[in-house]
């Protein structure tokens, strides 16, 4: 198979889903026919649209069809349709499903602040212009899995809940590997947190982190910092990071408040990595971080940024096209430079587009 001929699965999924990942397809075609990369692409159901039409949210074919993808694009999951259906049927499963089966392990969540959104933020200019930070947040371990775990019981009448925060030598340096990875094409830098001054398993990531860095990435510069710092240094000074790695809890906190340092959900996209297979391939899912936001659906007025660059990060990380990935990423700032914005992030001065204007516009500067 040639470098170009790659598959790419689409999941609109529900509410702007399907609007957003419109504007993808359109650039996944554009691609195929300008830059002669010949991505096969498929689009199938998940979550409600897949519920109404099949009656789960994700059917084995589509599950496995994703297995057999290099990249696969999801929009959103869920919406007030569905919101009565048992927790074991809401659509929302179908995308536990895929992180769960496909392993995905590592979540990447660029923190970007464009400079012509800056007044978005709700930090001042100076503070947050030209941010660009990584969070690689370990996302199958941890706290949220960890056993024992419940609710139970206890004398006088009162009750103990419980959850179990563990991680083993193998799972963190293997999320450390993605963060040394990463830094090596940014800027060589990665803070690793956790909380070593109140936790064992804190002290082990620490060394476990650092051992891995004199094993194997001896020229990365590596800090390490307590997580309740990191999220106090995120607001005081956030252009000081380039990769900030940390476990599943801390990453949860940190990754949203780097987000909101950004100022719109509209403009945020996500990876979420998983183990080589025995092919070599990295299974993964892109996506952008808001859901389907059905209060504003079918009207053609959601922002496709996020979801576009979802792509961006797939040509990136998963097709092995840097350059395309570049030229897709300067693409969204040209248009951001001509004034155009859809409604989330329109500013006086400057001109409202819809969700289709926007895609047009961003293939145009591809040109
Ligand atoms: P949401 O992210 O869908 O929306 C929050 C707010 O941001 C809304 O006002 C929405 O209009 C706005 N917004 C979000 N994306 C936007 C975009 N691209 N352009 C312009 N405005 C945008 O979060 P919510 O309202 O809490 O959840 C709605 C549904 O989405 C729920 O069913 C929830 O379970 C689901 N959800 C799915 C995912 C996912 O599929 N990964 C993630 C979060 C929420």
């Known amino acids: 198979m040639s470098k170009n001929k790659r598959k790419i699965l689409l999941l609109p999924g529900d509410g702007i889903g399907p609007e957003v990942v419109r504007e993808v397809k359109k650039i996944i075609e554009w691609f195929n026919k300008n ?27 589509v599950f496995y069809k994703s297995l057999d993808s290099d990249a696969v694009i999801l929009g959103a999951c869920g919406g007030p349709k569905w919101d009565n259906l048992e927790f074991s049927k809401k659509p929302e499963r179908a995308l536990l499903k895929l992180r769960k089966e496909l392993k995905l392990f590592a979540n990447l969540r660029p923190a970007i602040c464009f400079k012509q959104l800056v007044d978005s933020s709700t930090l001042k200019p100076e503070i947050v212009s030209g941010l660009d930070i990584m969070i690689v947040r370990e996302l199958t371990g941890g706290i949220y899995f960890g056993e024992p775990r419940g609710i139970e ?4 009448n009162e009750r103990r809940g419980v959850n179990t925060h563990s ?14 990875d990463l830094a090596k094409k940014r800027k060589n830098k990665v803070t690793s947190c956790e909380k070593s001054n109140v936790m064992e398993a804190g002290v082990l990531w620490r060394e476990e982190v650092q051992k891995l860095k004199e094993k194997d990435f001896k020229k990365i510069e ?43 959900l509209g403009l945020l996209p996500s990876a979420s990595l998983g183990a080589k297979d025995k092919n070599g391939k990295i299974r993964s899912l892109y996506e952008p971080v808001h859901g389907s936001a059905p209060d504003i659906a079918g009207k053609n007025i959601a922002n496709p940024i996020a979801t576009i660059l979802s792509l961006s990060m797939a ?23 001509d004034g155009l914005r859809t409604k989330d992030i329109i500013s006086a001065g400057k001109k409202e587009v819809t969700t289709a204007d926007m895609g047009d516009a961003i293939i145009s500067k591809l040109k």
């Open 35 to 61: 830059k002669s990369l010949d991505f096969s692409f498929e689009e199938e159901l998940i979550g409600g649209a897949s519920i109404d039409a099949n009656q789960i949210p994700i059917t084995d074919e």
């Open 153 to 156: 019981p206890i004398e006088n």
């Open 167 to 180: 991680y083993t030598t193998s799972e963190i340096q293997r999320i450390a590997r993605v963060a040394f």
């Open 222 to 264: 590596l800090n390490h910092m307590l997580a309740d710092n990191c999220a106090m240094q995120l607001l005081r000074n956030p252009k000081q990071f380039d990769v900030i790695l940390a476990d599943n809890l801390f990453g949860d906190m940190l990754s949203d408040e780097a987000a909101m340092l950004t100022g719109s």
């Open 315 to 337: 040509l990136r990380y998963s097709l092995d096209l840097d350059k395309e990935a570049n030229l897709l990423d300067e693409a969204v700032q040209k248009v951001l430079d």
